[in-house]
C-alpha cells in the first residue's frame, strides 16, 4: 500500500532531452502557449480546449474535438512528466515532441511550423528571444510559405520542400522550442493529495481508529479486492497507479473507427520520429535515451497494446478507455470481470468472477482516489 501512496512519488526525474524543462520562464511561456486559441487553422482551439485544467485536463468526451474529431479520447496531463511514453500508444516519447503532434495534426491544431513559428515573431518574441536567443526574421512569405510543413498534406508538403534545408532547420529549430516551454508548463501539473492517500498515512501510523474514519467498510473492502482477488496492482501500481507499460485488456473496437494496433504501429513510429529523444532537436546525449534504446520494438504483446492510464481523479472522468468505448465504471468493471477476447492480439487479463457487491466496493475505492479540492 505504501507503494501507491502520493509521498512515495519520486522526485521529479531531470528530462535530459529538454534544457529549459526546469526554467521558470519556460513554464511561464508555455502555460501561455498552452491556452493561446491563435495558435490553430479556425483560431478556437488549444491545448486548453481538450485538456480542461477544472476537468483534470480532460474534456469528458468519447472523441477529442479540435478542429476536427479525432480517433482516441483525450488523456488526462497530471504527473506525464513520469512517463517515459506519451500517448494511448506512446508513440512520443518526451512531453516536448509530444506537444508538437496535436499542432501539426490536422484534425487537433490543424496548422503548421512555419505559421507557429511567425506566430511567435508577431505574439512572444521578447519571451521567446529571453530564453532561447534570437528569433531569425521568418516574416518573408516566399522564404516562409504558410502552410509548411513535413506532414501529410499536399500543398504543406510541397511548401516545405521549396524551402531551403537552412530556413527548414531555422523553422523547425523555433518549433522545437515552443514544444519545450509547453513541457516546462506541464511538467508543473501534478496529482494532488486524495482521500486514499490520507487512509495510506493514518494506516502507516498504525492509527486505526483515524485510518476507519477515513475510508467506510465500502472503500477498505474494495482496497483489498483491488489489491488482491482482482490484482488491479499488476498493472495500476505505483503512486500513479500506473505501471507507465502498455497492455491488450481487449477493450472492444469502435464501429467506424480506423483498426488501431495501439504498441505495436506506435513503437514503430517513435522509433521513426524526428523528435524522439536520439534526434538532433533533442538535448539529451544518447546514453540518456535507455528507454528508446532498450525499447521492445515488436511482438504479439504490442498489438492493440495501450498506457496503463493513472488511476488518480479517474472517477471524475468518464468517459473511459482510449475511445472512450465505456461511460460507467461499473461497465469497466464488468468488462474486468468477463475478460473478453481482444478484437486483435490477445487480451492479458483473466477471468475475475467477482459479483455485484464487490464491484460497487471496488468502484467505491476507485472514488477515493479523487483528488480533495
Ligand atoms: C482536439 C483535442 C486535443 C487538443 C487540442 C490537444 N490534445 Fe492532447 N490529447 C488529446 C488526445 C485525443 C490524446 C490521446 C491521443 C492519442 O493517443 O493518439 C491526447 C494526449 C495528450 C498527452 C499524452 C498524455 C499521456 O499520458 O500520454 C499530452 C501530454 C497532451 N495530450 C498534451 C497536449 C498539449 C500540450 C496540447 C497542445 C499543444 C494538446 N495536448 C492538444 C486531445 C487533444
Ligand atoms: C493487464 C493490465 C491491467 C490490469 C490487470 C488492470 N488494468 Fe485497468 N487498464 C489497463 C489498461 C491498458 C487500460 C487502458 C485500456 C484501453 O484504453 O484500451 C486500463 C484502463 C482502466 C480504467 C479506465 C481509466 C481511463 O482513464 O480510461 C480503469 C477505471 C481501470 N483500468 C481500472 C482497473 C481495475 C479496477 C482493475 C482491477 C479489476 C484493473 N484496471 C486491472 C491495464 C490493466
Known amino acids: 500500500m505504501r507503494t501507491l ?25 508555455g502555460a501561455k502557449l498552452f491556452s493561446d486559441i491563435r495558435f490553430s487553422s479556425n483560431g478556437e482551439v488549444s491545448c486548453a480546449n481538450c485538456h480542461i485544467a ?18 482516441r479520447r483525450t488523456m488526462p496531463i497530471a504527473g506525464t512528466a513520469y512517463s517515459p511514453w506519451l500517448f494511448w500508444d506512446g508513440r512520443k516519447d518526451s512531453q516536448w515532441a509530444q506537444a508538437l503532434g496535436p499542432l501539426e495534426n490536422p484534425v487537433e491544431h490543424g496548422g503548421t511550423r512555419t505559421f507557429y513559428v511567425k506566430l511567435i515573431l508577431a505574439h512572444y518574441k521578447t519571451e521567446y528571444e529571453a530564453l532561447f536567443g534570437t528569433l531569425p526574421d521568418f516574416s518573408d ?20 520542400s521549396g524551402m531551403s534545408q537552412e ?28 482521500l486514499f492517500d490520507l487512509y495510506v498515512e493514518a494506516v502507516l501510523a498504525n492509527d ?32 500513479l497507479l500506473t505501471d507507465n ?32 529523444c536520439l534526434s538532433k532537436y533533442s538535448d539529451a546525449a544518447p546514453e540518456d535515451c535507455k528507454e528508446l534504446r532498450f525499447m521492445l520494438v515488436e511482438g504479439e504483446e504490442l498489438e492493440r497494446a495501450f498506457k496503463t492510464p493513472s488511476l488518480r481523479d479517474v472517477a471524475n472522468r468518464a468517459p ?18 468477463h475478460a473478453p477476447a481482444a ?29 480533495i479540492p
Request: with cysteine; aromatic share 8%; hydrophobic share 40%.
Open 5 to 29: 501512496w502520493i509521498e512515495s512519488l519520486p522526485a521529479l526525474p531531470p528530462d535530459p532531452s529538454n534544457q529549459y524543462a526546469d526554467d521558470p520562464r519556460a513554464v511561464a511561456l
Open 54 to 71: 477544472s476537468k483534470d485536463f480532460q474534456d469528458g468526451l468519447q472523441l477529442a474535438q479540435g478542429v476536427g474529431t479525432t480517433d
Open 141 to 160: 512569405e516566399t522564404r516562409f510559405p504558410v502552410p509548411a510543413a513535413p506532414i501529410d498534406d499536399e500543398v504543406a508538403a510541397a511548401n516545405w
Open 167 to 194: 530556413d527548414r532547420e531555422a523553422v523547425t529549430l523555433a518549433y522545437v522550442n515552443i514544444g519545450k516551454a509547453i513541457a516546462a508548463f506541464e511538467r508543473t501539473i501534478m496529482p494532488r493529495t486524495s
Open 208 to 239: 486505526i481508529s483515524a485510518a476507519r474514519d477515513i475510508f467506510t467498510a465500502d472503500e477498505e473492502a474494495g482496497l483489498k479486492l483491488f489489491l488482491n482477488e482482482a490484482n488491479c496492482t499488476r498493472c495500476h501500481n505505483g503512486p
Open 245 to 276: 507499460d502498455f497492455h491488450n485488456t481487449g477493450v472492444p473496437a469502435v464501429a467506424d473507427l480506423p483498426e488501431d494496433t495501439g504498441r505495436a504501429r506506435g513503437a514503430q513510429q517513435v522509433l521513426a520520429d524526428e523528435f524522439n
Open 320 to 337: 473511459f478507455m482510449h475511445a472512450g468505448q465505456f461511460w460507467t465504471l461499473d461497465e469497466v468493471l464488468m468488462h474486468y470481470n
Open 343 to 371: 478484437p486483435d492480439g490477445h487480451s492479458e487479463l483473466e477471468m475475475l468472477h467477482i459479483n455485484k457487491e464487490q464491484r460497487d466496493m471496488i468502484i467505491a475505492f476507485l472514488k477515493t482516489l479523487s483528488s
